[in-house]
């Protein structure tokens, strides 16, 4: 089973200097987590300094986007 935080600490450790915003699209690329999974673990592991609250939101419809596979035939 995939686990967001797992992956997520994985990354974090390879990459010290990297923001919790970055290592938490980096956890979900290409994963096809749910719209749940990614919100409820978007709260819990991005740090709120990393992004100003007017644009969770946007941030969260970029993240949904990163974690969907591209569609097959589609360059």
Not at 36 to 62: A, G, R
Request: charged letters at 30%; one cysteine or more; aromatic letters at 14%.
């Amino acid at each position: 089973m995939k686990s967001i935080q797992r992956r997520f600490n994985k990354i974090q450790q390879k990459n010290p200097y990297w923001s919790s915003i970055v290592c938490f699209n980096e956890a979900i690329k290409e994963q096809s987590f749910s719209r749940k999974s990614i919100y409820y673990w978007f709260s819990k592991l991005v740090n709120k300094n990393d992004y100003q609250k007017c644009d969770k939101k946007t941030m969260l419809h970029f993240s949904l986007s990163l974690s969907k596979r591209p569609e097959e035939g589609i360059k």
